[in-house]
C-alpha cells in the first residue's frame, strides 16, 4: 500500500480514537491546529480550482472533515467537563482572543453561528440543490447537443466521450454536493448544542464535584467553553464559505482570485462613479474626511491605471490578430487544412437553416443520428460523420449531398409545405407546386396545411420537409456506401470482429487475405445492397475460398452464396412468391462465351449490338414489371450471374441481379419476364 492511501486510513483511525480515547491537551492542541490548518487549505484550494470537477473530491472531504470535527468536540469536551482544562490553544482563544471576557466570547460565538447557518450554510444547501436538480434536467439536453456536434463534424469520438463522461461527473457530483451540504448545516446545529452542555453540566461539574463556587466554575467554564467553540467554528466557517465556493462557481478559464479582479474590475469608469460617491460622502458628513479622502484617491487612481492597461491590451490584440492573420497565411499548415476531404457532406441555402437550428425547432442533427444507427443497422458499416453546413451559394431552398467532395444529388424544399406523392390515380381538387420527389423520381407535389387532411384522404403520401430530406440522404447512403468503405473502415470492422472471434479473424487476416482484399469483398456486397452485418458467415467463407483464388469477385460469388438465408429474405415477401426475370439459354450462352480470362482476373467482352440488345430487353421487361406493381428481380445460373450484373449495372443499378444459389430451397420463384437478344 502507497504510503499516501496509508495516511488516508489513518486519519480514519484517528477519529475514530479520538471517539472512545481521553487525550492529552499537548495532542489536543496538535489535533486543533491540524483542523485550522486543514479548513484553511480547504478554502484555498476552493478558491483556486477553475472548475467544480477539479475539486470533485470535496463531497466526501466535506464529510471526514465534518466528522473529524465532531470527534475533536467530543475530546475537548471530555477534557473540559473532566478536567477544567483543554490545551493551550483553547485556553488562548478563550483569554487573549476575546480579552478574557466570557461575555464578549460569547457573543462572538453567537455571530460566528448566526453567519454560519442563516448565511452561509443555509445558502450553500439551497444552491446545492438547486444545481443538483437543473444538473441532471439538462443532461438530456446536453446529451443530444454532444451527439449533433459529433454528427456534424465539430467533434471527434474522443472528444465525445470526454464531454460524455465529464456530463456524468458534474451530475454525480452536484448529487453529492446536494446530500453533502446536509453535513455542514448539521455541523453548526451540534456546534451550538455542544456549547450548551459545556457550559450547563460545566457550571455543575464545577460546583459539585471539584468544590469551586458559582463564579469560580462559571468564569472557569465559560471561557473554556468559548474558546472551544470559537476553535471549532472558524475552521468550520472555513469549511462552509469552501463549501458555498465550490457550488457557486461556474467552469471557466481562470481561479477565483483571477476571475473575481477580472470580472470586479472589468469596468474602470465605474471606479469612478465610487470614487466621486465617497468624496461627496466626505465632504457633505461629518465623516473623517482622511479617511474618506483617501479611500476616493485609492479608487481613482485605480480607475486611472486600470483604464491605461485596458486600451494597451486592445491594441496589443489588435495588433495580435493582424499579425497572426499574415502568419497564417504564409504558414503551410494553412494551405494542408484544406486538402482534407469529408466523407459525406450535405449543404443547404440559407432558406434552409431552421432545418438545422433547434432553437427554431429543427431536428435535422437528430435525425442523422438516426440514419447512421438504421445504417449499421441495416448495412453493417459505420457510416463516417456527416457534415452539415450551410452555403450562400446555392439557392435558398435548395440543398445538396456531397460524396468525398463530388455532388451526387440534390434537391428543392418548402419549408412550410409538405410534399405529398399520389398513390397512382390524380385528383384534380389536391392543388400545389409540382415537384419530383428526390430519393426515388416520383412526381409530387408541395401542398399547403389547408390541404394536408385532404390529400391523407385522397389516399397521397404526405411527408413533412424534414422528412423528405432524412429519406434522401438515407438512399443517397446505401447507394454510395460501398464508396464510404475503405480500408481503414475496414480495419475498424476486422478490430470489431476480433474481439468475439479471435480465431476467425487471425486464420483470414493478414496471412491468407490482406485488408484490402477483405475491403473489396465487402465493397462489391455493398454495391450491390448487401449487407454485411453478418461479418462471422462473412469471414467464415473467406476462410473457406481465400487460399483458393486471388479474384475477389468470385470469393464475392461464393460469400453471396453463403448468405443465401439473408439474400432470400431481403428480396422476397412472406407467402407470396419471388416474381422474377429470368434469361433465355442463348443469352446466358453469349454471356459465358464473352467471358475473357486473364491473369488479374475474368471480365467480359461481347459484341456491342449484342449487349445493347440485352439490355433493351431487360429495360423492358424490368419497366413491364414495375408497372405490375412488383420490383424487378433478374434471376440467373451461377456461372454468369456477376457478369450479368456488370453489363446491367450501369443502365439498371438499382435492379438485383441474383443466383439460383442465392435463394433457399423453400423460396416460390415465378417467372413473368425474359431476357432475349433477337
Known amino acids: 500500500m502507497r504510503p499516501r492511501d496509508l495516511s488516508v486510513l489513518l486519519g480514519v483511525i484517528l477519529i475514530v480514537v479520538m471517539l472512545i480515547i481521553p487525550l492529552p491537551p499537548g495532542i489536543l492542541d496538535f489535533l486543533i491546529i491540524i483542523n485550522i490548518s486543514l479548513a484553511l487549505i480547504i478554502i484555498l484550494v ?33 477534557s473540559i467537563l473532566g478536567n477544567a482544562e483543554a490545551g493551550n490553544v483553547i485556553d488562548t482563544f478563550g483569554n487573549y482572543v476575546v480579552g478574557g471576557n466570557a461575555l464578549v466570547g460569547f457573543v462572538v460565538f453567537l455571530i460566528l453561528i448566526i453567519i454560519q447557518f442563516v448565511v452561509i450554510t443555509k445558502g450553500a444547501e439551497r444552491v446545492s440543490e438547486v444545481g443538483a436538480r437543473f444538473t441532471l434536467d439538462a443532461m438530456p439536453g446536453k446529451q443530444m447537443s454532444i451527439d449533433a456536434d459529433l454528427n456534424a463534424g465539430m467533434i471527434s469520438d474522443a472528444e465525445a466521450k470526454g464531454r460524455r463522461e465529464r456530463i456524468e461527473k458534474e451530475a454525480d457530483f452536484y448529487g453529492a454536493m446536494d ?52 476553535v471549532s467554528q472558524i475552521p468550520a466557517l472555513l469549511i462552509s464559505t469552501a463549501t458555498g465556493i465550490i457550488v457557486t462557481r461556474a467552469a471557466s ?18 471606479l ?29 487612481f485605480g480607475a486611472f491605471q486600470l483604464s491605461r492597461i485596458e486600451k494597451g491590451s486592445v491594441e496589443e490584440e489588435e495588433t495580435e490578430e493582424t499579425e497572426e492573420e499574415k ?90 409545405h409538405y410534399m405529398a406523392m399520389s398513390p397512382g390515380v390524380e385528383d384534380e381538387s389536391i392543388v400545389g407546386v409540382e415537384t419530383v420527389e428526390p430519393a426515388f423520381g416520383l412526381p409530387a407535389l408541395w401542398i399547403g396545411e389547408e390541404m394536408k387532411e385532404q390529400a391523407e384522404l385522397s389516399g397521397y403520401t404526405v411527408v413533412d420537409p424534414p422528412s423528405v430530406v432524412s429519406t434522401h440522404l438515407t438512399e443517397v447512403i446505401k447507394r454510395h456506401a460501398h464508396e464510404l468503405l475503405g480500408r481503414q473502415e475496414t480495419k475498424q470492422l476486422v478490430e470489431h470482429l476480433q474481439e468475439t472471434y479471435p480465431a476467425l479473424v487471425e486464420e483470414v487476416t493478414p496471412n491468407t487475405l490482406s485488408t484490402g482484399e477483405v475491403q473489396k469483398v465487402l465493397t462489391n456486397l455493398l454495391k450491390e445492397n448487401i449487407s454485411i452485418r453478418n461479418l462471422p458467415i462473412i469471414f467464415e467463407t473467406l476462410a473457406d475460398y481465400g487460399q483458393m483464388t ?53 471480365f467480359l467482352s461481347m459484341d456491342p449490338n449484342v449487349s445493347q440488345q440485352i439490355l433493351e430487353s431487360a429495360a423492358g421487361e424490368a419497366d413491364r414489371l414495375q408497372g405490375m406493381g412488383q420490383v424487378p428481380v433478374i434471376l440467373c445460373s451461377p456461372a454468369v450471374r456477376m457478369y450479368v ?24 420463384v415465378q417467372s413473368v419476364g425474359v431476357v432475349n437478344a433477337e
Open 46 to 78: 476552493a478558491m483556486s480550482t477553475n472548475d467544480s470537477l477539479q475539486f470533485s473530491i470535496f463531497p466526501t472531504l466535506l464529510l471526514l472533515v465534518t466528522l473529524f470535527r465532531l470527534g475533536l468536540n467530543v475530546s475537548t469536551t471530555r
Open 179 to 230: 446530500g453533502a451540504s446536509k453535513f455542514v448545516k448539521g455541523d453548526a446545529i451540534a456546534g451550538i448544542v455542544i456549547v450548551i452542555i459545556n457550559m450547563i453540566f460545566g457550571l455543575v461539574i464545577g460546583m459539585m464535584q471539584m468544590g469551586m463556587d458559582l463564579g469560580t466554575a462559571a468564569t472557569t467554564y465559560t471561557l473554556l467553553t468559548v474558546g472551544d467553540g470559537l
Open 253 to 270: 478559464d481562470g481561479n477565483l482570485s483571477q476571475d473575481l479582479t477580472k470580472q470586479l474590475f472589468a469596468f474602470p469608469k465605474m
Open 272 to 300: 469612478y462613479v465610487a470614487a466621486g460617491t465617497i468624496f461627496l460622502l466626505g465632504v457633505a458628513t461629518p465623516i473623517d474626511k482622511f479617511v474618506t479622502f483617501t479611500v476616493a484617491a485609492l479608487l481613482a
Open 327 to 416: 502568419d497564417d497565411m504564409k504558414s503551410p499548415e494553412s494551405v494542408v487544412s484544406l486538402l482534407q476531404i469529408d466523407p459525406i457532406e450535405f449543404e443547404f441555402g440559407y432558406g434552409l437553416i431552421p432545418l438545422a437550428d433547434a432553437n427554431q425547432g429543427g431536428d435535422l442533427l437528430d435525425r442523422v443520428v438516426m440514419i447512421r444507427r438504421q445504417m449499421a443497422l441495416e448495412l453493417g458499416m459505420i457510416v463516417p460523420v456527416i457534415r452539415i453546413r450551410d452555403n450562400i451559394q446555392l439557392q435558398p431552398n435548395e440543398y445538396t449531398i456531397k460524396i468525398k467532395g463530388n455532388e451526387v444529388a440534390k434537391g428543392d424544399l418548402l419549408l412550410d
Open 550 to 602: 486471388k479474384d475477389m469477385d468470385l470469393v464475392t460469388e461464393y460469400v453471396r452464396q453463403s448468405l443465401s438465408r439473408q439474400i432470400s429474405r431481403q428480396f422476397t415477401t412472406p407467402g407470396e412468391p419471388l416474381y422474377v426475370i429470368t434469361l433465355s439459354g442463348s443469352v446466358e450462352k453469349k454471356v459465358a462465351d464473352g467471358v475473357q480470362q486473364t491473369e488479374h482476373g475474368n
Open 645 to 668: 450484373r456488370q453489363l446491367l449495372e450501369r443502365y439498371l443499378p438499382h435492379v438485383p441481379v441474383l443466383s439460383y444459389n442465392e435463394l433457399e430451397a423453400n423460396v416460390e
